[in-house]
Structures are given as structure tokens and as C-alpha cells.
């Protein structure tokens, strides 16, 4: 199959999974009892009272009308109202997005950073005594909950040491200099976890090539132990490493939206977690997909790196015309 | 059979939270629930070992009882995942055709509704989250893992000798999935569930932080480290066990998994 193939097949499995994705998350949030108005008017409201709120919300016309309103509003970026404000959801998500992508991107860019060098020293050192204590430590990170890291950094850097703020969040065209000293320590909560996982894997990756026939053959030709490691090991742990943390990457969203509740940073998450306290079923349905579709988007863009970085998928690709 | 630290150290962990948990039902020292304000904030001392909260609630006795919801959790999410997820990972790598294929793009959707997001969903259209939403939640979010290393593992025996004997002899196809091939994809089903369970753990925490699961009158782990948010500054103790107890026993969990595959098979994959 040809490269080009390969692309087109990835890119319709992910339109029909977002479509049933959509049907998924409305089903849920429409299909269960209990209403808006109910919730909008309180206990003492009298039926025609939440008739005439259920009316002017939309709520009293048919659900698959509803489903496709939905959907064709969030093709133009419309995501509807929130119940109690009637702001536009759409206006309420854009800068809030721009805020936790920052965090899971940074986040994820410090894990790997930190997680290469580490797993590596790890995989060279894996019979001494320095070696078997990463991998211990490692072991301890991945069991400490994203949220506790990070009120235990806050604890020691913002409250105890007073060295960085401990919670909120500035615009970067506002202050970059703030913008960054403020998020510092919620990426590094969320590295620490995600790098812990990452450092396993890069280390058996590792140790992998070390036991190939193609890496004695390297040393056995007098390439230094550093530059032949570099060489076969780097393209292994890169592979492992995209892998990894395309598997992870849901549990990278959500661990952004429990650190948001812990460092009070305006994100997608405070807002799902404000909607959910207050019942604001449209917020919650427009933010749920639109984090949903994201981590489909960068699944199916992990997949097609793989195709792009593996070799052994791109020599069966070698001649065809693309 | 194999010695393996790792097992060792994993069971032990989540054996003290079993032993725990067994323990609370037939002995407190405290009720976990009963408020007292003349001891409230205390430092660990006789009798209050772990010392009290904000409430005078004994941290010790709530630390026992914080022990059956977070092996609840654990068990039914788990029940939930292996449940589902097996017996379609084994159907998607014995059958032909088509259903395979849907199995797979199904569990890649799940996939993409984490433990969180599903619980929000549930707990905004009940209204409140609770514990069985939460735990719903988990279970339906482990499915996908399930379904991958179950499907692995039955690829892997499908194709040889002695289940082409059991083809070629007429064995019906659901004996041949139950009596060979699901006893040799059970190591690995182990391990996943080992590796399920610490999961589910971390995320029932993480929910009961963000008040998604239990109400405040049932004793989670998690709802202890939300408790503890207001008095971390002067007050770090409140957090302190519930947050130990937490890592420990997802520390037992993975050390737990690792050993299995030590044990079972060394070349065996995780998925997570």
C-alpha cells in the first residue's frame, strides 16, 4: 500500500469517529433524564414555567434536529449558548484552549527532554547501582496521581520557598516573563509523571539496541560506545517515545485538567469542572468534543508520524510513485 | 517458578491494602465519620496515630476505610474492562471478516473518552457524580486496553499447531476459544489487570479531588486529599497519609504487573 493510501484510509476512520463520537457525547448528555430548564428554574418552578424556558432553549423540538444543529454549528466554530449566561460558548473556549494547549504541550516537551538523557544513562548504567536507582525513582513517579505532584511542588516551591507564584495564570502577550514564571510549576508536575513513564520505555529501548547484532557489529568496527548509541539508539527510543506517548496522550488532557483545579488556571478544564458544578450541560457537551476530537486529531497524527518515521513501513513504500 | 523482587514487593503492597480494608470492617479505632472538634488538627499521637483533620475526624480510621472504596473501585473498573474487553479482543483475533475490524476503531473511540471525561459526562447528565458513576466511568475506559492485549495475545496462539489439530477435528469455535486459547491469553489478561487496577486508582483519586465521585459523608482516599486542600499550609499531615497510601498502593499495582510478566512470560507487552 502505498504511502499515500495509507493517509487517505487514516484520515476517513478518523471522520467516522469523530461523527460517532459526537453521537456519543450527545446521546449521553441529552439522553439521560433530567433537563436544563429543570435544573435553571429550581425545585418550586411550575410546569409551564419550565415549558415556555424549554421552548426558548430549544429543548421541546425533536433530538436528532437537535444532533445535527449541533453538529453543523461546531463546523463554523458555533458551539451555542451556555444555559445561565447565554454567552457563546465558542468565545468562551478560545482563549481557554490556547491555555491548555500551552500546558500539554510544554508539559510534554519537558517529559521528553528530561526523559531521553535519563532513560538512556539508565540503560547504560542498568547493572550499577546509579542505574537501578532511576529506574526505582521512575517507579515512584508513575505511581504519585499528576495532582498530588503538584500540590507537592507548590507546597515546597511557591509556599515554602516562595521562589515561584503558586497558582493563576497571565496571557503571554500580556507578560511573557509571568507567563512563564507562572507556568513552571504545573508543567513540571505534569512532566514528572509523564517523564516517569517515558523513562521506563526509552530505557528498554535502550537496552534493546545494545543487544542488537547491528550495535556490536558498530563497536566491533571501533565506533565509540557514546557515538554508536547515539547512532542505533536514538531512532529506537524516538519510535518507542511517539508510541508511548500517543497511548498517553488522553491521560495527558485529562492530568492538564485536574493541575488546572490545583494551580487555578483558566483552562478548558475549570471551565468543564465550573459547567459540571452548575449544571451547564451545553459548556460541558461543546468542551467534552472538543477535547475528545483533539485527542483523536493527535492520535491520528501519531499514526501517520509512525508511518512516516518506521522504517520498516516505508521500505515496503520504496519505488512506488507518491 | 520464578523468583521475582518485584512481585514480592508488589503483592505485599497490595496485600497491607487488602489486609486494610478487611480490617475496617470488623475493627476501627475511630468512626471514621464521627466529628470532633475539641481534637481537631492534631499531630500524630496516642490515640490518634495519624493525628486528626480539620473536622477531628481520627486519620487513621479513615485511612482504613478509604481502603474498601479504593479496592471497590478497583475491582469493579477492572471487572468491567476484563468483562468487555476480553472476550471481544479474543473474538477480534480468532474470527475473520469484518468484525475484527469494527472491534478495533471502536476501542480506538474509547479510547479517546478517558476516565475523566466519561465521568463528567455521567455526572453532569445524573446531575452529581457519585462512586458508581465514577467507577461506570473507569470500567468503560479500561475496555480499549483490554481489548488491545487480549487481541495481541490470541494472535499469537491462533496460528499454531495444536489449535489447527482442534480446527481440523471438527472442535466447535467456542470451545476452541474457551478451553485453548483463553487459558493461554490469561498471563497476559493478569498482568494488564494488574496494571488496570493502579490506574483505575489513580483516576478515582483525581476524580475524588475535583468532587466527581463519592459525597462528602463517604471516605475515599481522594476525597481526604481534597479535604486536606484548605489546611495544606499549616496542616501538610492531612495530605500526607492519604496521599502515601495512594502511591503505595499504585506502586504495588505496577511493581505487582511487572512481576507477573517477570514471572509468566518476559516477553510480554504492556499496554497502558
Given at each position: 500500500m502505498s504511502v499515500v493510501r495509507v493517509l487517505a484510509s487514516r484520515v476517513g476512520v478518523f471522520a467516522i469517529s469523530l461523527l460517532v463520537a459526537s453521537l456519543a457525547v450527545f446521546c449521553v448528555v441529552n439522553a439521560l433524564p433530567g433537563d436544563v430548564a429543570g435544573t435553571i428554574l429550581g425545585?418550586?418552578?411550575t410546569p409551564q414555567a419550565i415549558a415556555e424556558l424549554r421552548a426558548q432553549l430549544g429543548l421541546d423540538r425533536p433530538l436528532p434536529l437537535r444532533y445535527i444543529e449541533w453538529l453543523g454549528g461546531m463546523f463554523r466554530g458555533d458551539f451555542g449558548v451556555s444555559a445561565?449566561?447565554?454567552?457563546?460558548i465558542g468565545a468562551l473556549i478560545r482563549p481557554r484552549l490556547a491555555v491548555t494547549c500551552w500546558l500539554v504541550f510544554l508539559s510534554v516537551g519537558l517529559a521528553v527532554t528530561l526523559a531521553i538523557p535519563v532513560g538512556k544513562y539508565a540503560a547504560l548504567r542498568r547493572k550499577k547501582f546509579t542505574g537501578q536507582l532511576v529506574s526505582v525513582v521512575s517507579q515512584f513517579g508513575m505511581a504519585v496521581p499528576a495532582f498530588l505532584m503538584g500540590i507537592i511542588l507548590s507546597l515546597v516551591?511557591?509556599?515554602?520557598?516562595?521562589?515561584?507564584?503558586a497558582n493563576g495564570y497571565t496571557p503571554l502577550l500580556v507578560d511573557p516573563l509571568d507567563w512563564a514564571r507562572r507556568l513552571v510549576l504545573p508543567c513540571t508536575a505534569l512532566a514528572l509523571v509523564q517523564g516517569a513513564v517515558l523513562v521506563r520505555y526509552v530505557r528498554n529501548a535502550f537496552i534493546d539496541v545494545l543487544q542488537e547484532d547491528y550495535f556490536r557489529t558498530a563497536r566491533s568496527v571501533g565506533w565509540p560506545l557514546r557515538a554508536a548509541v547515539n547512532r542505533h539508539g536514538m531512532r529506537n527510543a524516538a519510535l518507542q517515545v511517539v508510541t508511548v506517548l500517543g497511548l498517553q496522550l488522553a491521560t495527558l488532557f485529562v492530568g492538564a485538567i485536574v493541575i488546572e483545579k490545583v494551580f487555578v488556571i483558566p483552562g478548558l478544564g475549570s471551565l468543564l469542572i465550573d459547567a459540571v458544578a452548575k449544571r451547564d450541560l451545553p459548556i460541558v457537551q461543546g468542551v467534552v468534543m472538543l477535547l475528545v476530537a483533539l485527542i483523536l486529531i493527535i492520535n491520528a497524527a501519531v499514526d501517520v508520524l509512525y508511518v512516516l518515521i518506521d522504517p520498516r513501513l516505508k521500505s515496503d513504500t520504496e519505488g512506488v510513485d507518491v | 517458578m520464578k523468583r521475582s523482587l518485584s512481585l514480592t514487593i508488589g503483592a505485599s503492597l497490595v496485600g497491607l491494602v487488602a489486609v486494610l480494608a478487611l480490617v475496617s470492617f470488623f475493627w476501627m479505632p475511630f468512626d471514621p465519620n464521627h466529628v470532633d472538634p475539641a481534637s481537631r488538627l492534631l499531630p500524630p499521637s496516642w490515640p490518634h496515630i495519624m493525628g486528626t483533620d480539620h473536622l477531628g475526624l481520627d486519620i487513621f480510621s479513615r485511612i482504613l476505610a478509604g481502603a474498601r472504596i479504593c479496592l471497590l473501585v478497583g475491582v469493579i473498573a477492572v471487572g468491567i474492562g476484563a468483562l468487555v474487553g476480553v472476550p471481544l479482543g479474543l473474538i477480534a483475533g480468532f474470527a475473520k471478516g469484518w468484525f475484527p475490524k469494527f472491534v478495533l476503531r471502536t476501542a480506538d473511540i474509547i479510547y479517546a473518552f478517558p476516565a475523566l471525561l466519561l465521568a463528567i459526562l455521567l455526572a453532569a447528565a445524573n446531575g452529581h457524580g457519585s462512586v458508581v458513576t465514577a467507577m461506570v466511568a473507569i470500567g468503560i475506559s479500561s475496555v480499549p486496553a483490554f481489548i488491545r492485549v487480549a487481541r495481541a495475545a490470541t494472535l499469537q496462539v491462533v496460528n499454531q499447531d495444536f489449535i489447527l489439530a482442534a480446527r481440523t477435528s471438527a472442535t466447535p469455535k467456542y470451545t476452541i476459544a474457551l478451553q485453548h486459547i483463553l487459558p493461554n491469553i490469561a498471563p497476559v489478561v493478569l498482568v494488564q489487570s494488574s496494571v488496570s487496577f493502579g490506574l483505575a486508582i489513580l483516576a478515582e483519586a483525581a476524580l475524588s479531588y475535583l468532587g466527581l465521585?463519592?459525597?462528602?459523608?463517604t471516605v475515599t482516599w481522594g476525597r481526604m486529599l481534597f479535604d486536606a486542600q484548605s489546611y495544606?499550609?499549616?496542616?501538610a499531615n492531612l495530605a500526607l497519609w492519604p496521599g502515601l497510601f495512594i502511591a503505595l498502593t499504585v506502586l504495588g499495582c505496577n511493581l505487582l504487573g511487572d512481576g507477573l510478566r517477570e514471572v509468566l512470560d518476559p516477553r510480554l507487552q504492556e499496554v497502558r
Amino acid at each position: 500500500m502505498s504511502v499515500v493510501r495509507v493517509l487517505a484510509s487514516r484520515v476517513g476512520v478518523f471522520a467516522i469517529s469523530l461523527l460517532v463520537a459526537s453521537l456519543a457525547v450527545f446521546c449521553v448528555v441529552n439522553a439521560l433524564p433530567g433537563d436544563v430548564a429543570g435544573t435553571i428554574l429550581g425545585t418550586n418552578a411550575t410546569p409551564q414555567a419550565i415549558a415556555e424556558l424549554r421552548a426558548q432553549l430549544g429543548l421541546d423540538r425533536p433530538l436528532p434536529l437537535r444532533y445535527i444543529e449541533w453538529l453543523g454549528g461546531m463546523f463554523r466554530g458555533d458551539f451555542g449558548v451556555s444555559a445561565f449566561t447565554y454567552e457563546p460558548i465558542g468565545a468562551l473556549i478560545r482563549p481557554r484552549l490556547a491555555v491548555t494547549c500551552w500546558l500539554v504541550f510544554l508539559s510534554v516537551g519537558l517529559a521528553v527532554t528530561l526523559a531521553i538523557p535519563v532513560g538512556k544513562y539508565a540503560a547504560l548504567r542498568r547493572k550499577k547501582f546509579t542505574g537501578q536507582l532511576v529506574s526505582v525513582v521512575s517507579q515512584f513517579g508513575m505511581a504519585v496521581p499528576a495532582f498530588l505532584m503538584g500540590i507537592i511542588l507548590s507546597l515546597v516551591f511557591a509556599v515554602r520557598l516562595g521562589w515561584l507564584p503558586a497558582n493563576g495564570y497571565t496571557p503571554l502577550l500580556v507578560d511573557p516573563l509571568d507567563w512563564a514564571r507562572r507556568l513552571v510549576l504545573p508543567c513540571t508536575a505534569l512532566a514528572l509523571v509523564q517523564g516517569a513513564v517515558l523513562v521506563r520505555y526509552v530505557r528498554n529501548a535502550f537496552i534493546d539496541v545494545l543487544q542488537e547484532d547491528y550495535f556490536r557489529t558498530a563497536r566491533s568496527v571501533g565506533w565509540p560506545l557514546r557515538a554508536a548509541v547515539n547512532r542505533h539508539g536514538m531512532r529506537n527510543a524516538a519510535l518507542q517515545v511517539v508510541t508511548v506517548l500517543g497511548l498517553q496522550l488522553a491521560t495527558l488532557f485529562v492530568g492538564a485538567i485536574v493541575i488546572e483545579k490545583v494551580f487555578v488556571i483558566p483552562g478548558l478544564g475549570s471551565l468543564l469542572i465550573d459547567a459540571v458544578a452548575k449544571r451547564d450541560l451545553p459548556i460541558v457537551q461543546g468542551v467534552v468534543m472538543l477535547l475528545v476530537a483533539l485527542i483523536l486529531i493527535i492520535n491520528a497524527a501519531v499514526d501517520v508520524l509512525y508511518v512516516l518515521i518506521d522504517p520498516r513501513l516505508k521500505s515496503d513504500t520504496e519505488g512506488v510513485d507518491v | 517458578m520464578k523468583r521475582s523482587l518485584s512481585l514480592t514487593i508488589g503483592a505485599s503492597l497490595v496485600g497491607l491494602v487488602a489486609v486494610l480494608a478487611l480490617v475496617s470492617f470488623f475493627w476501627m479505632p475511630f468512626d471514621p465519620n464521627h466529628v470532633d472538634p475539641a481534637s481537631r488538627l492534631l499531630p500524630p499521637s496516642w490515640p490518634h496515630i495519624m493525628g486528626t483533620d480539620h473536622l477531628g475526624l481520627d486519620i487513621f480510621s479513615r485511612i482504613l476505610a478509604g481502603a474498601r472504596i479504593c479496592l471497590l473501585v478497583g475491582v469493579i473498573a477492572v471487572g468491567i474492562g476484563a468483562l468487555v474487553g476480553v472476550p471481544l479482543g479474543l473474538i477480534a483475533g480468532f474470527a475473520k471478516g469484518w468484525f475484527p475490524k469494527f472491534v478495533l476503531r471502536t476501542a480506538d473511540i474509547i479510547y479517546a473518552f478517558p476516565a475523566l471525561l466519561l465521568a463528567i459526562l455521567l455526572a453532569a447528565a445524573n446531575g452529581h457524580g457519585s462512586v458508581v458513576t465514577a467507577m461506570v466511568a473507569i470500567g468503560i475506559s479500561s475496555v480499549p486496553a483490554f481489548i488491545r492485549v487480549a487481541r495481541a495475545a490470541t494472535l499469537q496462539v491462533v496460528n499454531q499447531d495444536f489449535i489447527l489439530a482442534a480446527r481440523t477435528s471438527a472442535t466447535p469455535k467456542y470451545t476452541i476459544a474457551l478451553q485453548h486459547i483463553l487459558p493461554n491469553i490469561a498471563p497476559v489478561v493478569l498482568v494488564q489487570s494488574s496494571v488496570s487496577f493502579g490506574l483505575a486508582i489513580l483516576a478515582e483519586a483525581a476524580l475524588s479531588y475535583l468532587g466527581l465521585s463519592a459525597p462528602p459523608t463517604t471516605v475515599t482516599w481522594g476525597r481526604m486529599l481534597f479535604d486536606a486542600q484548605s489546611y495544606l499550609f499549616s496542616d501538610a499531615n492531612l495530605a500526607l497519609w492519604p496521599g502515601l497510601f495512594i502511591a503505595l498502593t499504585v506502586l504495588g499495582c505496577n511493581l505487582l504487573g511487572d512481576g507477573l510478566r517477570e514471572v509468566l512470560d518476559p516477553r510480554l507487552q504492556e499496554v497502558r
